[in-house]
């Protein structure tokens, strides 16, 4: 960790493009809530699945437009081709955004794929981004310290990351983990090889645990026993489940920030009250300038 702790902390929060316009102005009420935060960006997936760019464009074009944090794209080339992605840089590029999020991103389900994709993994895309706009974005990429589901190995995994990050990613961003041992193992094994960006912990705080456990899973993230246990003989006292999760998450986000993260990026899942008590119990806005709520004016969602 002695590389990770030379980086300046960087806090970050995640949404999903919304489907309704009822779900576009509850992102914005989210979006504004979190602002006060001061985090350095809000970065926009395509959606579960990956579903269509367009929602993600629209979302992302609102953030960069009336919000203080930057906006970051989730940009992703399993099924779009080299022409599409060099105009949606360009799109990007010309609405003043200054981060991306590049990854490979998911298998669409089912029949969803149209086949385009012509760039097979993330590094690929780092080097188009880096071909096509210099240095003009902070590019972000995707790290799993529990390893990708489809890695053949776990050096293999390791060894396709750094290629990644040594491609002119500036930084990375972890798949949620609840097992804080795999990040600092991860991160050793990466420094090794001479990584030296920042490797900033993914943390899904707990707020539907049976979605969150479907989740994770589908892209098989741990969910580790003695966590599932405690959820499951909460299941039908919700309340319980996450005032439980939000002291795990604050001791885990607590726990690697003491030890040298360079920052947390929230999967937010579009809400702000259980991001909010979480960031409270870390006294983060001593840190970013952000504004101070007591929890007792976060009204929890059960
Ligand atoms: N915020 C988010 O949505 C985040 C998502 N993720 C997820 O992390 C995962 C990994 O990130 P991606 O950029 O999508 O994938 P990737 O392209 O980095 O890797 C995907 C798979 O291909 C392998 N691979 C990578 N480069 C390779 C190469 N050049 N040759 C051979 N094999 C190679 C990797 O070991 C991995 O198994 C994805 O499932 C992504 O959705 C991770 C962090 C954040
Ligand atoms: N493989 C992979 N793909 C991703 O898109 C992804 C990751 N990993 N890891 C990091 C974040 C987490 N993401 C998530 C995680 C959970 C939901 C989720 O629970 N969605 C609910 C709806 C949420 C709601 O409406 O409140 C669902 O039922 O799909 C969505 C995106 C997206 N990201």
């Not at 050793?188 to 707020?207: A, F, K, L, T």
């Not at 003989?233 to 939000?246: C, K, T």
């Amino acid at each position: 960790m002695e590389i990770q702790k030379k980086h300046k902390r960087v806090y970050s929060f995640e949404f999903f493009p919304p489907k309704t316009d009822e779900g576009a102005e509850h992102l914005r009420q989210t979006r504004q809530r979190l602002e006060r935060l001061n985090p350095a960006y809000f970065s926009v997936t395509f959606g579960a699945g990956g579903s269509t760019q367009s929602r993600t464009f629209e979302t992302v074009v609102d953030i960069q437009r009336s919000s203080p944090a930057e906006a970051a794209p989730h940009l992703s080339c399993i099924d779009a081709s080299r022409e599409q992605l060099k105009e949606m840089i360009q799109r990007y590029r010309d609405e003043g955004v200054s981060y991306i999020v590049a990854l490979r991103g998911d298998q669409p389900s089912g029949s969803g794929s149209k086949g385009l994709g012509e760039l097979r993994y993330a590094n690929e895309l780092v080097e188009l981004i880096r071909e096509v706009s210099g240095e003009h974005f902070t590019v972000e990429v995707g790290a799993y310290p529990e390893f990708h589901p489809e890695a053949p190995d776990a050096i293999t995994d390791i060894e396709n990351f750094v290629r990644k990050a040594k491609a002119g990613a500036d930084s990375a961003i972890t798949q949620f983990f609840y097992n804080e041992a795999c990040y600092y193992r991860f991160v050793e094994d990466c420094e090794r090889r001479g990584v030296d960006i920042p490797i900033v912990p993914g943390i899904m705080p707990i707020m539907n645990y049976e979605q969150q456990a479907r989740f994770a899973a589908g892209c098989k993230a741990d969910i580790p026993r003695w966590l599932a246990k405690r959820m499951e003989a909460w299941e039908h006292d919700p309340r319980s489940q996450i005032e439980y999760g939000i002291d795990v998450v604050t001791e885990l986000c607590q726990n690697l920030l003491d030890n040298g993260a360079p920052g947390i990026h929230f999967y937010a899942l579009n809400k702000a009250p259980i991001i909010e008590r979480i960031w409270h119990n870390l006294g983060l806005s001593k840190e970013t300038g952000g504004e101070v709520r007591s929890p007792d004016e976060i009204e929890l969602p059960v």
